[in-house]
C-alpha cells in the first residue's frame, strides 16, 4: 500500500471522484494550471481539461456563488479558497445561500458542493493565511464542517463529502499537508460524515483534538493513560461518542488552535455539561490560543497550543 | 511617443415606442397582435396584482411588500422572451416577471405572507427563490451558466436586480466571471432610479449602469424600460445570443419606482410630488394601450374587460392563499438538510 502524505490522498480522492461522476467540477483561484498554491489539484487539469479544472478570476465572494449556481443546476462543484481567512469576503453566499438554498426552496434546490480550503497555523505564511476560525461555520445550520487530522482519513472524508447531498467546508490542516505519511488504500473508501475516530484508547481522561492538534495532542499524551479522540466532523459533531469516553473516564481537555471564545471547546464543554455533568470527576478544561488575532510567524508558537501546556491541562484534571 | 487609443465606446439607449404610443416600425418587434395583447394583459395583471397585495399588507393579511409599480413593461417585457428552459435567477420586486413565466399567484403572496413553504418554486419552472440579500443571486447565475454551457444545453440564464445592485461586489464579480468565461448569460438592471432612499446619482458617479459591460468587455445596452418593445427587442436579442453561444449582455432597463420601496417606506420622505407625478404620466401601461388603440386593438371598455378578469384571477389567488392552513411547528425541520443531524432530529422531535 502506498505511503503518502495529506496533499497526495486529497488529491487521489478528488481525480477518483472526477473519473467517477461527471459532475464533479474544480473551481478556484489557481487549481488548474499552477495545481493549487499547495499543489493539491496539480495534475488534474492535464487530466481533465479545462471544462472541469477552472481557474477563474481573483473573486471568493463570486467562487462561491458561482459554485452554488453549479450545484443548483446539477453539477457537484468544489470550489477552493485559497486560505480560509479569504472566505470572509464569500461569508454571504456561504451563509445566506449555500446553507439554506435547500430550506428556502423547500426542496427544489439543493447545494451539493465541497468548498476546500487550507486553514490552520505554523506555516510561517503571510496575514489571514492561517486562521482557525471553523467555529464561525458550525453557527450556522445547513453546512456541515469537516476537518481531517491526516491522509488516511483525509481520502476517505473527501470521498465522504463528495457524495453528501449537502454542502460541506472541507478544512485541510495546512500544517500536517506534509508532516505525515501514512498508508493509504489505492481503491475508494468512505469515512463517515458526522464520526469521531478512537485515535487512542486510555481511561484516566479524555482528550478531545482535530485537525492539526490532534498530531499535538496524541504527541503531548505520551505516558498518560489518556484516551484520544478526533472529532474529524465539527457539524454535525459525534456527541455521543464524547459522552461515552467522559462517562468511562470522568475528566476532559478540549484542545483547538482557535481562540478561547466561542471557539468549538465551548460547544463540546457545553454539551458534555448537560449531558454527562455527573460523570465528571474534574473541571473541563480547555487549551486553546488566547482571544487575540492570529499573529505572523515570530509570535505564532506563543500563540498555538504547545505540548506542555496540554500537559499542564492533563496533570490538572488528573490531580484534581 | 503620442498616447496610444486602448478603447472607445459609445452607450446607446434602444427606444421603440414613444410617449404619444408611436412605435418605429423599423425596431418594433415582430409579434402578433395576440401577443401584443398577451403582454399588456400581462401587464395589467402585474398592475392589478401588485395594487392588490399593497392593499392586502394594509390589511394584515401578508406582511411587507416591495411594490413593483411602475416597473411592469421592464419585467412583463423581459420575461416574455424567455421559455421554460431558460434559467431566471430574480431579486425580490420582479414579480411581473414571475406572473409572466405562470408562477402561481397563491404562491407569490405566500411568500410576502411570510410562509416557506411558497419558495418551493413549482417543477418545469426553473426560477430561483426570491433573493433578499441584494446582487447576492448575480454570481449564483454565473455558476448556473458555466453549469449549461459544461452540459451544453441550449439556454440562457437571466438575472435581475437593481440599480442599487450595481454598488455591490458580487455584481462585479459576477459580471467579470462572465467576460471572462463568456458565460450564456443575461443581466437584467432595472434601474428604478432609487435604493429606498437613495438615488441613482447616490449609486454612481456613471452617465449610465449600461457601460459598466465595457470594462468587463462585453455589450451593454440602456433601453427604455417603460417600453416594453425595446425591453423585449432587446431581451430576445440578448437571450438568443446567450443561446447561441455568444457571450453575456448586460441590459438597464431606465424606469421609475412609481411607489415606496416596500409598505414599510414613506418615499415622501426623499422624494419629491413632482418627480413621482413626471414619471406617473409616463406609465408603461399608458403608453401601450395607446399604442394599441392605435392599432384597433385597445378601446376603454377593453380595459375594463381584461382588468376585470385579472382581478378574478387575483383574487381566486388570495383566496387560494388564505385557504391554506398554516405550516405546523414540525415543519421548520423540513428540509434543512438531506438528513437531519442527530441534534436537529431530537430538536424536532419536542416541537
Not at chain 1, 490532534?214 to 459525534?238: Q, S
Not at chain 2, 418605429?24 to 392589478?48: C, F, H, N, Q, V
Not at chain 2, 447576492?136 to 442599487?164: C, K, M, N
Not at chain 2, 376603454?300 to 388564505?322: F, H, L, N, S
Request: a negative charge.
Amino acid at each position: 500500500m502506498a505511503q503518502l502524505n495529506m496533499v497526495q490522498a486529497i488529491n487521489q480522492a478528488l481525480a477518483q471522484e472526477m473519473a467517477r461522476d461527471d459532475r464533479v467540477l474544480l473551481l478556484g483561484e489557481d487549481v488548474g494550471r499552477d495545481g493549487g498554491v499547495f499543489r493539491v489539484t496539480e495534475g488534474l487539469l492535464e487530466r481533465f481539461g479545462r471544462e472541469r479544472v477552472l481557474d477563474t478570476p481573483l473573486c471568493e465572494s463570486g467562487i462561491m456563488g458561482a459554485a452554488i449556481g453549479m450545484a443548483a443546476y446539477g453539477l457537484r462543484p468544489v470550489p477552493e479558497i485559497q486560505f480560509l481567512g479569504f472566505t470572509y469576503s464569500a461569508f454571504e453566499q456561504l451563509f445566506a445561500h449555500a446553507a439554506r438554498l435547500r430550506s428556502r426552496s423547500r426542496g427544489r434546490y439543493s447545494c451539493p458542493m465541497v468548498v476546500r480550503t487550507p486553514y490552520g497555523g505554523g506555516i510561517k505564511a503571510p496575514e489571514l493565511h492561517e486562521e482557525s476560525t471553523e467555529a464561525l461555520f458550525c453557527q450556522v445550520p445547513g453546512l456541515k464542517v469537516v476537518v481531517p487530522s491526516g491522509p488516511y482519513v483525509a481520502k476517505g472524508l473527501l470521498l465522504a463529502a463528495l457524495r453528501d447531498p449537502d454542502p460541506v467546508l472541507f478544512l485541510e490542516p495546512t500544517r500536517l499537508y506534509r508532516l505525515l505519511r501514512e498508508e493509504v488504500p489505492e481503491e475508494e473508501y468512505l469515512v463517515e460524515l458526522g464520526k469521531a475516530r478512537v485515535a487512542r484508547s486510555g481511561s484516566a481522561v479524555t482528550v478531545v483534538a482535530w485537525g492539526s492538534m490532534l498530531e499535538r495532542a496524541l504527541k503531548a499524551v505520551e505516558g498518560y493513560d489518556a484516551e484520544v479522540l478526533d472529532l474529524l466532523t465539527l457539524n454535525p459533531f459525534d456527541s455521543e461518542a464524547i459522552v461515552a469516553s467522559v462517562q468511562k473516564t470522568g475528566r476532559l481537555v478540549i484542545v483547538h488552535e482557535a481562540a478561547k471564545t466561542c471557539g468549538f471547546g465551548a460547544e463540546i464543554a457545553a454539551t458534555v455539561a448537560e449531558e454527562a455533568i455527573l460523570h465528571l470527576r474534574a473541571p473541563i478544561v480547555r487549551v486553546t490560543a488566547p482571544d487575540v488575532p492570529v499573529p505572523l510567524a515570530k509570535l505564532i508558537d506563543h500563540y498555538l497550543p504547545g505540548l506542555q501546556q496540554i500537559r499542564s491541562a492533563l496533570d490538572e484534571v488528573l490531580q484534581y | 511617443m503620442p498616447e496610444v487609443l486602448l478603447a472607445d465606446f459609445q452607450i446607446k439607449r434602444l427606444e421603440v415606442l414613444n410617449e404619444k404610443g408611436e412605435a418605429d416600425p423599423e425596431l418594433l418587434p415582430e409579434l402578433s397582435d395576440a401577443e401584443m395583447w398577451r403582454l399588456y394583459e400581462l401587464m395589467l395583471l402585474s398592475r392589478i396584482f401588485d395594487e392588490r397585495a399593497v392593499a392586502l399588507q394594509r390589511e394584515g393579511r401578508i406582511g411587507t411588500y416591495p411594490p413593483i409599480r411602475g416597473q411592469e413593461a421592464a419585467q412583463v417585457g423581459s420575461a416574455f422572451a424567455l421559455t421554460h428552459k431558460d434559467w431566471l435567477f430574480p431579486s425580490f420586486r420582479e414579480m411581473g416577471a414571475h406572473l409572466t413565466l405562470g408562477y402561481p399567484i397563491p404562491q407569490l403572496l405566500q411568500y410576502w405572507g411570510g410562509d416557506e413553504r411558497s419558495q418551493k418554486v413549482p417543477p418545469g419552472l426553473n426560477i430561483f427563490p426570491f433573493c433578499v440579500a441584494v446582487g447576492s443571486q448575480i454570481p449564483q447565475a454565473a455558476g448556473a451558466a458555466l453549469a449549461a454551457r459544461y452540459r451544453r444545453d441550449p439556454v440562457a440564464v437571466v438575472t435581475y436586480f437593481g440599480d442599487g445592485a450595481t454598488s455591490k461586489g458580487d455584481f462585479h464579480e459576477a459580471m467579470n466571471l462572465a467576460g471572462v468565461f463568456h458565460l450564456p448569460l443575461v443581466f437584467i438592471c432595472q434601474n428604478n432610479q432609487w435604493a429606498i432612499s437613495i438615488p441613482l446619482k447616490g449609486q454612481t458617479a456613471s452617465a449610465s449602469l449600461a457601460q459598466k459591460a465595457i470594462a468587463y468587455g462585453f455589450q451593454g445596452v440602456q433601453v427604455d424600460g417603460n417600453d416594453v418593445f425595446a425591453v423585449y427587442r432587446a431581451t430576445r436579442q440578448a437571450v438568443e445570443k446567450a443561446r447561441s453561444g455568444a457571450g453575456p449582455t448586460f441590459i438597464e432597463c431606465l424606469t421609475y419606482r412609481m411607489a415606496d420601496h416596500t409598505t414599510a417606506d414613506d418615499a415622501g420622505r426623499y422624494r419629491s410630488g413632482e418627480e413621482v407625478t413626471f414619471w406617473a404620466a409616463r406609465d408603461p401601461i399608458l403608453r401601450l394601450e395607446r399604442f394599441l388603440e392605435g392599432r384597433g386593438l385597445w378601446t376603454p371598455q377593453k380595459r375594463e374587460e381584461t382588468a376585470a378578469q385579472a382581478a378574478a384571477i387575483v383574487d381566486a389567488g388570495v383566496a387560494e392563499m388564505e385557504a391554506a392552513p398554516p405550516p405546523a411547528a414540525a415543519e421548520l425541520f423540513d428540509e434543512i438538510l438531506a438528513t437531519l443531524t442527530p441534534r436537529q432530529a431530537g430538536q424536532r422531535k419536542v416541537r
